[in-house]
C-alpha cells in the first residue's frame, strides 16, 4: 500500500481488467547448415528475404567440400522457404574446419612500400608493413574483388581579405595541398591540426615533426581532403556489390563525434553484432603510423593516383587500386559436431551450430536442410545429425524439427530411415523436390525441408497453426523425385511418411501432415505445434504472476486470463465444441494445488482443450434407395 503521510489528495492508478495473453509467433524459421560465406560463431540475426541472406550468408554457386562439388542446398532452402510464404527466418552457418578471427583464412597482402613514389615533398618512404586485407569469415565466398578509390574533394582553401581560410575540415583530415594553376601531380600530402590561438581557431598542416601553418600558403594554393570509398564485390555478380563511401584514411579521424576512417570500418572487433556479420572484410592498418603512411601506400601500388587526384574529371577507375581476394575454402564436409556446435562455456561467449539458436526464443521450426544428402552411403552421419536436430526442438519444447528423407531413396529405403525416428516433435517428408537450378539451367533435386516451412508459415498466416499443414501447392517445383501414386502413400502414410504428390489440374500439393510419432494422441503435425502454440503462449503471457501473492485473488486472475485467451482461440475456429465450456476448461484453486504446493511456492493450473484434427479420410457413403423409400 502506498504511504499517506500528509493531507492532500492523492490519485492512484488501478485496473479493473485481467491481464491479456497475446499469441506468440508459429512461423518463425531456423535453418542449419554450410553457407558460401557468413558468420560462423555470432549470434544469428532474422533474415527477411533472399537477398539480404545473400549479403550476409554468401551467393548461390555450389559448394565444393573437399574437391567434390554440390549443390549449394541452404541458399535453395532459404528461396523456396521465401517462395513459399516465409517471413522470417534465422540462419546457423556451421563450418567445419573453421579458424579463428584472429588467424584469417583468406589473405591477400598488396605489394609492399618500393622505392620513393610519393608527391613531391614527402619526405621520405615510411619503414611499414604491406596493407593486409582479408575476407572476414571463412569460405569460397570469401574471395572478393576489393577496390580502393582515393577521392580528392574540391578546393577548400580561399584568401578572405587577408587571412587564409580553410572551410569543412576537421583535426586528422589526410589534404593534398597544391598548385591551384596547374594540374601537375606536385602536391604535399599533410595531416590537418586544428588549435585554438588568442582565442582564435587556427589550422595548421603537420607532415612527420614539420609543419605549415596555413597563413604561410600562398594564394594560389589547393587545398584537397582525400578520402577512400572502399567497394566489396561478391564472386557471384548477381549479389550487389557492398560500397563503403568516403572513408577518412587517417585512424584517429572522427567527425560528429563518431570514428569513420578506414581503420574503424574494417576492424577486426566491431561495435555491433550488426556491423560484425555484414562488414565483409577486415582490413589491418595499425602498421601505418598515420593517414598519411596510408595514402603514401596506396601511391605507391599506382603512382598514377596521385596525378589523378588533381583532375577533377578523373575517372573512379583512374584513382583506384584493385585486387582479389585468394585462398577462400568451402572445407571439408560438416560432420554432427559442427552441428551440434559449442556454448555454454561460462569463460566463453561463443555459441555456434545449434547451440547458437539456443538463446531465440521466438524461433518455432528448425531443419537442416542438405544434411541427408547422399544418405545411403553416409547414413550413420546423417542419422546423428538428424537426431541432433530432433534433440534440439525436444529440448527448446516449443518448437518441431522438419526431417527431409535421403536423396535417391526407394520406398524400402525410406520406410527403414523412418523407422529409426520416433519423436512428437518431429515430422518426415518425402521425396526430394524438383525445381530449375539457376545456377546450372538444370532440373536438379533438392530437399523439401525448404519449401515444407515455407508452407507451414503461408498455412499459418493464412489459416492458423490449427489448420493442418499440408493439401498446399509447392511453389516453383516443377516434379518430384519420385511421382508417388496412392498405393504407394498408402504404405508411407500410416507409418508417418509425409509424402508430395502430383494430381492431375491441381499441380505439385503436400499431401501428409503426421508427425514422426507412435503416439497416437500426438499423430498430427497441427495439434503438435497447436500445443506449442498454447504452451508458448500462456508461458509468455503468465510470467507477471511469479512472485504475486499465492492467494485467491491471484488463482482468480490466472483462471481469467488463461480463460478469455482461449475464448478467443474458440471464437476464431481453433477449438471443437459448440460452446465454450465444451472447447476448453481452466481450474486453478485449492482442488489443483496441495497445502505443500502453497508451502513451497507453487501455483497449479489445469488446463485442458479441445483440439481439431484434421480431416484426414474424408469419407462420402453413396447408395441406391427407392423413390417410396423412407430415410
Known amino acids: 500500500m502506498p504511504e499517506y503521510l500528509a493531507p492532500g489528495v492523492y490519485v492512484e492508478e488501478v485496473s479493473f481488467r485481467s491481464k491479456s495473453i497475446e499469441g506468440v509467433s508459429t ?14 560463431d ?80 614527402y619526405a621520405s618512404a615510411p619503414s611499414v608493413a604491406p596493407l593486409m586485407v582479408v575476407a572476414r569469415f571463412p569460405g569460397a565466398g570469401g574471395n572478393l574483388q576489393v577496390r580502393i578509390t582515393l577521392i580528392g574533394g574540391p578546393n577548400v582553401f580561399s584568401v578572405e581579405g587577408a ?38 581557431i587556427q589550422y595548421r598542416f603537420r607532415q ?14 589547393s587545398v584537397r581532403v582525400i578520402t577512400a570509398t572502399v567497394t566489396v564485390t561478391p564472386p557471384d555478380p548477381l549479389v550487389p556489390s557492398f560500397v563503403y563511401d568516403r572513408l577518412a584514411l587517417d585512424p584517429r579521424h572522427r567527425r560528429n ?49 596521385a596525378t589523378s587526384l588533381v583532375n577533377e574529371k578523373s575517372s573512379d577507375a583512374a584513382r583506384s587500386y584493385d585486387f582479389g581476394l585468394t585462398g577462400g575454402s568451402d572445407g571439408a564436409l560438416p560432420e554432427v559436431g559442427e552441428y551440434e556446435g559449442v556454448g555454454g562455456d561460462p569463460d566463453s561467449k561463443v555459441k555456434t551450430g545449434l ?5 531465440i526464443d521466438e524461433i518455432s521450426i528448425v531443419a537442416a536442410p542438405g544434411s541427408t544428402f547422399n544418405h545411403q552411403t553416409r547414413q550413420p552421419q546423417s542419422l546423428a545429425i538428424i537426431n541432433a536436430v530432433i534433440a534440439h ?3 527448446m519444447r516449443y518448437r518441431i524439427a522438419v526431417i527431409d528423407s535421403g536423396d535417391g531413396q526407394s520406398i524400402a529405403d525410406v520406410r527403414a530411415m523412418r523407422g529409426k525416428l520416433d519423436t512428437t516433435y518431429a515430422a518426415f517428408y518425402y521425396p526430394w523436390i524438383t525445381i530449375v537450378d539457376p545456377v546450372t539451367l538444370q532440373e536438379i533435386d533438392i530437399p523439401p525441408s525448404g519449401s515444407v516451412t515455407g508452407i507451414y508459415a503461408r498455412n499459418d498466416i493464412n489459416r492458423g497453426v490449427s489448420k493442418a499443414p499440408a493439401n498446399e501447392v509447392v511453389e516453383t517445383a516443377v516434379s518430384l523425385e519420385l511421382i508417388l501414386n496412392k498405393a504407394q502413400q498408402d504404405i508411407l502414410n500410416p507409418l508417418g511418411v509425409n509424402c508430395f504428390r502430383f494430381f492431375e489440374g491441381r499441380g505439385y500439393r503436400l499431401w501428409g501432415a503426421r508427425t514422426a510419432s507412435s503416439d497416437p494422441e500426438w499423430k498430427y503435425v497441427n495439434l503438435r505445434r497447436y500445443f506449442a502454440y498454447l504452451e508458448h503462449s500462456i508461458d509468455k503471457g503468465t510470467q507477471w504472476a511469479v512472485f504475486e501473492s499465492n492467494g485467491p485473488r491471484l488463482w482468480s486472475n490466472i483462471r481469467i486470463t488463461i480463460s478469455d485467451f482461449l475464448f478467443n482461440e474458440w471464437t476464431n475456429g481453433a477449438l471443437l465444441g459448440d460452446r465454450p465450456e465444451k472447447a476448453y476448461f481452466v481450474k486453478c484453486d485449492r482442488s489443483t494445488m496441495t497445502q505443500n504446493d502453497l508451502d513451497n511456492g507453487r501455483l497449479v493450473a489445469l488446463v485442458g482443450v479441445a483440439a481439431l484434427r484434421p480431416a484426414e479420410f474424408v469419407i462420402i457413403r453413396i447408395g441406391q434407395f427407392t423413390a417410396d423409400q423412407k430415410v
Open 208 to 221: 612527420g615533426a614539420t609543419t605549415t601553418e596555413l597563413q604561410s600558403l600562398a594564394s594560389n594554393t
Open 355 to 359: 547451440k547458437a539458436l539456443e538463446d
Open 257 to 305: 563525434g563518431a570514428d569513420d576512417s578506414l581503420a574503424t570500418q574494417f576492424a577486426l572487433e566491431q561495435p555491433s553484432l550488426g556491423r560484425a556479420r555484414t562488414i565483409p572484410i577486415v582490413m589491418f592498418t595499425s602498421a601505418f603510423s598515420d593517414g598519411l603512411a596510408l595514402a603514401a601506400q596506396v601511391f605507391s601500388l599506382r603512382p598514377s593516383i
Open 27 to 40: 512461423t518463425t524459421t531456423a535453418f542449419i547448415g554450410p553457407t558460401r560465406y557468413g558468420p560462423v
Open 393 to 395: 526442438a525436444t529440448t
Open 163 to 200: 587571412r587564409n581560410v580553410v572551410r569543412g575540415v576537421v583535426d586528422n583530415d589526410v589534404v593534398l595541398v597544391g598548385d591551384n594553376t596547374t594540374a601537375s601531380a606536385a602536391g604535399n600530402l599533410y595531416l590537418v591540426e586544428r588549435y585554438i590561438n588568442a582565442g582564435a
Open 42 to 121: 555470432l549470434t544469428p540475426d532474422v533474415v527477411t528475404g533472399l537477398t539480404e541472406f545473400e549479403r550476409i550468408y554468401g551467393d548461390r554457386q555450389q559448394i565444393v567440400f573437399g574437391g567434390s562439388p554440390q549443390h549449394n542446398f541452404m541458399w535453395h532452402a532459404v528461396r523456396q522457404f521465401f517462395e513459399n510464404g516465409g517471413k522470417r527466418l534465422y540462419v546457423s552457418r556451421v563450418y567445419s574446419t573453421y579458424l579463428a578471427l584472429s588467424e584469417p583464412e583468406i589473405t591477400s597482402p598488396l605489394s609492399p612500400l618500393s622505392g620513393s613514389i610519393f608527391p613531391a615533398g
